[in-house]
């Protein structure tokens, strides 16, 4: 099993970034995914979270600014992440998850935005 998260990086305050996450060694397209984070000395937080279907949920602290979809063709979950804050440093983590069955992280990916 597999989740290799990419795109992460330094970036302007107003700026965008778009994370990727492949994935392999599970069924992908009935996985429920999501992207969290975990700034210095807080806790893991959700941050988006897509469904097999294609429904979506947010964190209120990104909702109107960042926007998850799937491709379930790639296996490949992506995070749109745009008028980026300082407060939105932090490494995110890709995640999947079959209730009762499954549950798998990545390693995550460093997403640092600059004042």
């Known amino acids: 099993v597999q989740l290799v998260e990419s795109g992460g990086g330094l970036v302007q305050a107003g700026g965008s970034l778009r994370l990727s996450c492949a994935a392999s060694g599970f069924i992908f397209s009935i996985s429920v995914m999501g992207w969290y984070r975990q700034a210095p000395g807080k806790q893991r937080e959700l941050v988006a979270r897509?469904?097999?279907?294609?429904?979506?949920n947010y964190a209120d602290s990104v909702k109107g600014r960042f926007t998850i979809s799937r491709d379930n063709a790639k296996s490949t979950v992506y995070l749109q992440m745009n008028g980026l804050k300082p407060e939105d440093t932090a490494v995110y983590y890709c995640?999947?998850?079959?209730?009762?069955?499954?549950?798998?992280w990545g390693q995550g990916t460093q997403v640092t935005v600059s004042s």
């Open positions: 995640n999947a998850v079959r209730p009762q069955f499954w549950d798998y």
């Open positions: 897509i469904t097999s279907g294609g429904s979506t």
